[in-house]
């Protein structure tokens, strides 16, 4: 059975660490998501004390995806 490298399928695997990106993107999830209106949460079956609950949670606060 071959080896595989780490090095070589290391592109594929997602790293559990956040990136810096990932960090700018949710902050702006996060700040659309205070942005929306009454209709649009009920749509997604958010209240506006969930969303701004949300909204108003640190930026280092990021549960893994």
């Given at each position: 059975m071959p080896i595989l490298s780490h090095s070589r399928y290391a592109p594929f695997r997602r790293s559990r660490r956040v990136s810096?990106?990932?960090?700018?993107?949710?902050?702006?999830?996060?700040?659309?998501?205070d942005r929306l209106d009454d209709h649009a949460l009920q749509d997604i079956g958010l209240t506006r004390e969930e969303a701004r609950a949300e909204a108003r949670r640190p930026i280092w606060d990021v549960s893994s995806r």
């Open positions: 810096l990106l990932d960090v700018i993107d949710i902050y702006r999830q996060r700040r659309a998501l």
